[in-house]
C-alpha cells in the first residue's frame, strides 16, 4: 500500500509562486509514474501534470505549460509540483497520485494510489 500525503497548499496573490509537495514512505515510490491533478468546486478532476518513474520524461496540461514544473527525489520519495505566474483559474484542491506502470500519464483512471489534496487559492 502507497500512502500519499500532499503539502505546500495556501493562499496566494495572482501572479505568485507556491510549491507543492508530495511525499510517501512507500519504497517502492521510486518505480511508479506520479501525476498532479486538481479540481476545483462544481468541476471535475483535471490532470496538471505527471512524471515517469526515473523523472526525465514529464507530461503536461496546456493550461499550466510554462508556468508548472514537475520533478522528483526518488531518494526521498517526494515529487514536487512548482507552481509559477498563478492565477486565479488555477484555485483548486491539488491531489497527487500513483501509477504503478511508472510512465506518468494523464489519464486519472490510471492511478491506483491517492493523497487527500492540498487547496490551493490564487485571489485577484
Known amino acids: 500500500q502507497v500512502q500519499l500525503v500532499e503539502s505546500g497548499g495556501g493562499l496566494v496573490q495572482a501572479g505568485g509562486s507556491l510549491r507543492l509537495s508530495c511525499a510517501t514512505s512507500?519504497?517502492?515510490?521510486?518505480?511508479?509514474?506520479v501525476g498532479w491533478f486538481r479540481q476545483a468546486p462544481g468541476n471535475e478532476r483535471d490532470f496538471v501534470a505527471a512524471?515517469?518513474?526515473?523523472?526525465?520524461?514529464?507530461n503536461y496540461a496546456d493550461s499550466v505549460k510554462g508556468r508548472f514544473t514537475i520533478s522528483r527525489d526518488n531518494a526521498n520519495y517526494t515529487v514536487y509540483l512548482q507552481m509559477n505566474s498563478l492565477k486565479p483559474e488555477d484555485t483548486a484542491v491539488y491531489y497527487c497520485?500513483?501509477?504503478?506502470?511508472?510512465?506518468?500519464?494523464?489519464?486519472?483512471?490510471?492511478?491506483?494510489?491517492w493523497g487527500r489534496g492540498t487547496q490551493v487559492t490564487v485571489s485577484s
Open positions: 497520485a500513483a501509477q504503478t506502470v511508472g510512465r506518468g500519464s494523464s489519464d486519472d483512471r490510471e492511478y491506483a494510489y
Open positions: 512507500g519504497r517502492t515510490f521510486s518505480n511508479y509514474g
Open positions: 512524471i515517469n518513474w526515473r523523472g526525465f520524461s514529464t
